[in-house]
């Protein structure tokens, strides 16, 4: 917790530096990408558990993300029990029937036929972990005045990227989530006001059968995702 006589400058040297020659950046950048180009969204999950353990580490790594002014401005809640997760489940499905009965609109429900999905979130019952990631709008120092967050959309969204590479790390599967609205997540996991639910993360493995929706394999290349000034 932020302490308001703590809030001072001081430098360190870089740690943990690493230098690597311009062949062994290529390598190590075609690597990760080789990793993670075997990621896939998956819906069909197994029983099989996850140990505590593996989700705690995986957490640790989205929290080295970088974050507007280093207020890391996330909480992640981790739910594994039944209860929880079927009340989860039930109060998501009840947004996603209203979703698919016309608030999403023509336009993007069209969108989303290859995708193959519907109201029906099965996969947040049966997957051993859901992951709620919350967004912090402002925090509290430890004598309990609030100070404000910055940059928190950004900052939330790149430690959820961190999570997401280090959860298929470990080899497990994940399924982002986002009924809207989502605030009935705040009541269910008695998180305060000041806290944004941004995602619901299904963790675990994938049943023998799991399949992905073909355009999922899909990717644009390079030259339409990135432009190089030189």
């Known amino acids: 917790m932020f302490a308001r006589d703590a809030l001072s400058y001081a430098a360190l040297p870089l ?3 690493v230098e690597m020659s311009d062949d062994q950046m290529l390598a190590a950048a075609e690597a990760f990408h080789d990793t993670m180009r075997r990621r896939h969204t998956v819906r069909d999950y197994s029983d099989r558990p996850v140990p505590r353990a593996v989700i ?3 957490i640790r790594t ?3 993300a970088p974050s507007g002014a280093n207020h890391q401005p996330w909480q992640f809640v981790a739910v594994a029990d039944p209860a929880l997760k079927a ?3 039930e109060e998501a499905e009840e947004e996603e029937r209203r979703f698919y009965a016309g608030g999403a609109g023509d336009e993007w429900i069209k969108a989303l036929e290859p995708i193959g999905t519907n109201a029906v979130k099965e996969h947040l019952t049966v997957a051993p972990w859901l992951i709620v990631v919350f967004a912090q709008r402002w925090g509290q120092f430890d004598d309990g005045t609030r100070y404000k967050n910055y940059y928190v959309p950004e900052s939330v969204n790149i430690a959820t990227g961190f999570l997401l590479a280090a959860l298929h790390h470990a080899g497990l599967c994940a399924l982002t989530h986002t009924p809207n609205p989502m605030r009935f ?3 269910a996991l008695g ?5 944004k639910p941004t995602m619901i993360i ?3 493995h994938p049943t023998e ?12 290349p390079l030259d339409q995702i990135a432009s190089f000034a030189e």
């Open 15 to 17: 740690p943990d530096r």
């Open 56 to 58: 705690e580490a995986c």
């Open 62 to 64: 989205a929290g080295t």
């Open 87 to 89: 009340r989860i489940r």
């Open 185 to 187: 997540l705040n009541d």
């Open 191 to 195: 998180r305060p006001a000041s806290e």
């Open 202 to 204: 299904a963790v675990g």
């Open 209 to 220: 059968e799991a399949t992905v929706p073909e355009v999922a394999k899909i990717k644009k």
